[in-house]
């Protein structure tokens, strides 16, 4: 049975008894833009918890996640009650978090960040609900945020625009660029970094243009300091007419990202670190000689600045596969091709 089955006899098994099943977030939008998905949230309203579970459990072993509310994984289905966010504390953990099964469609949504995840599907009546205008951002392809007074309740919601941004070529609306500029993201933990840029280094067709939307909101500078001395580093122009060493490294992330889809996961992240992080070098070498602007050694004084990127972003070893060394590696001998 596949995750679309499983979702589809779970919500007809809820209509049965009294309640409504909603696919809801990434695979409504996903499929919004003709796009395979196979992670499905549905969310139930009308049915409380201890009811819910025993229903669910109807099709498969149950676990359930949550203190406050509850999302019960079926499978690979996830099934949650609608619930509410309030903000507590800082950092990713500080909200509480209450489910509530008799809350609104729209009430419920507005936990969400972005218009485009915050559209409903009906899989009784096949019909979108969608309170907050999401289908038609998708169609301008236009990224808007739900809640201007609550979005910046999660930094991480920054990070997520920069790769939804690059996935799905849409253009940040300058109110939610606005608010990103604003928010802090020191209290984001390196692991969450790495999960929003990983995506975006993988999963987008042009990585770069979630770089270049993280330059102008400001989140190199936070997060990224190697990367933000690239901009403005001159190259020699007989060698690189494109530009800057930024724009140079634009041009690679995106060129490398041509050229991964055959490997293992661990090495299409090295691939694409080893893009990232190939010139970062040549800010503290780069002189005026002969002439000519040249980055002597550059390739050698790349390692440290590699490796302090690499550390704060807590990348080492995936599956067995040293990762880190290999972008040392990219970074030391790139030149020798």
Same mark, same amino acid.
């Given at each position: 049975?596949?995750?679309?089955?499983?979702?589809? $006899?779970?919500?007809?098994?809820?209509?049965?008894?009294?309640?409504?099943?909603?696919?809801?977030?990434?695979?409504?939008?996903?499929? @919004?833009?003709?796009?395979?998905?196979?992670?499905?949230?549905?969310?139930?309203?009308?049915?409380?918890?201890?009811?819910?579970?025993?229903?669910?459990?109807?099709?498969?072993?149950?676990?359930?996640?949550?203190?406050?509310?509850?999302?019960?994984?079926?499978?690979?289905?996830?099934?949650?009650? *609608?619930?509410?966010?309030?903000?507590?504390?800082?950092?990713?953990?500080?909200?509480?978090?209450?489910?509530?099964?008799?809350?609104?469609?729209?009430?419920?949504?507005?936990? $969400?960040?972005?218009?485009?995840?915050?559209?409903?599907?009906?899989?009784?009546?096949?019909?979108?609900?969608?309170?907050?205008?999401?289908?038609?951002? =998708?169609?301008?392809?236009?990224?808007?945020?739900?809640?201007?007074?609550?979005?910046?309740?999660?930094?991480?919601?920054?990070?997520?625009?920069? @790769?939804?941004?690059? #996935?799905?070529?849409?253009?940040?609306?300058?109110?939610?660029?606005?608010?990103?500029?604003?928010?802090?993201?020191?209290?984001?933990?390196?692991?969450?970094?790495?999960?929003?840029?990983?995506?975006?280094?993988?999963?987008?067709?042009?990585?770069?243009?979630?770089?270049?939307?993280?330059?102008?909101?400001?989140?190199?500078?936070?997060?990224?300091?190697?990367?933000?001395?690239?901009?403005?580093?001159? @190259?020699?122009?007989?060698?690189?007419?494109?530009?800057?060493?930024?724009?140079?490294?634009?041009?690679?992330?995106?060129?490398?990202?041509?050229?991964?889809?055959?490997? *293992? #996961?661990?090495?299409?992240?090295?691939?694409?670190?080893?893009?990232?992080?190939?010139?970062?070098?040549? *800010?503290?070498?780069?002189?005026?000689?002969?002439?000519?602007?040249?980055? $002597?050694?550059?390739?050698?004084?790349?390692?440290?600045?590699? $490796?302090?990127?690499?550390? #704060?972003?807590?990348?080492?070893?995936?599956?067995?596969?040293?990762?880190?060394?290999?972008?040392?590696? =990219?970074?030391?001998?790139?030149?020798?091709?």
């Amino acid at each position: 049975m596949t995750e679309f089955e499983l979702a589809s $006899r779970i919500a007809e098994r809820v209509q049965a008894a009294q309640g409504r099943a909603l696919f809801v977030g990434g695979w409504v939008r996903d499929r @919004q833009l003709g796009r395979d998905s196979k992670d499905i949230d549905l969310e139930i309203h009308g049915i409380e918890a201890a009811p819910l579970r025993t229903l669910l459990e109807e099709f498969a072993p149950v676990n359930a996640v949550g203190e406050s509310f509850t999302v019960y994984k079926v499978g690979a289905v996830d099934v949650a009650l *609608p619930r509410t966010e309030s903000k507590t504390g800082r950092g990713h953990r500080g909200f509480e978090v209450t489910g509530d099964p008799h809350l609104s469609i729209e009430a419920a949504s507005r936990r $969400r960040d972005f218009t485009i995840n915050a559209i409903a599907w009906d899989p009784a009546t096949e019909q979108y609900l969608d309170p907050h205008g999401g289908r038609a951002d =998708l169609e301008h392809r236009r990224l808007r945020v739900v809640d201007p007074a609550t979005f910046a309740d999660d930094s991480l919601r920054v990070l997520r625009a920069l @790769q939804f941004s690059a #996935r799905f070529d849409l253009s940040l609306d300058d109110q939610a660029q606005q608010i990103c500029r604003r928010v802090p993201l020191d209290d984001l933990p390196a692991e969450r970094i790495w999960g929003e840029l990983e995506k975006l280094l993988l999963l987008s067709d042009r990585p770069s243009r979630g770089f270049e939307l993280a330059l102008q909101l400001g989140v190199v500078d936070q997060l990224w300091p190697e990367l933000k001395a690239l901009v403005g580093c001159e @190259q020699e122009p007989e060698w690189h007419p494109e530009g800057d060493v930024w724009v140079h490294t634009m041009l690679v992330i995106d060129e490398a990202r041509t050229r991964i889809d055959d490997l *293992p #996961r661990p090495q299409q992240v090295a691939v694409m670190l080893g893009a990232v992080c190939h010139d970062l070098g040549k *800010p503290a070498t780069t002189e005026f000689i002969d002439g000519r602007i040249r980055s $002597r050694n550059h390739e050698e004084a790349g390692v440290e600045p590699t $490796r302090a990127l690499l550390n #704060r972003l807590n990348v080492r070893s995936m599956s067995g596969y040293d990762v880190q060394q290999q972008v040392v590696g =990219l970074v030391a001998q790139h030149l020798k091709p």
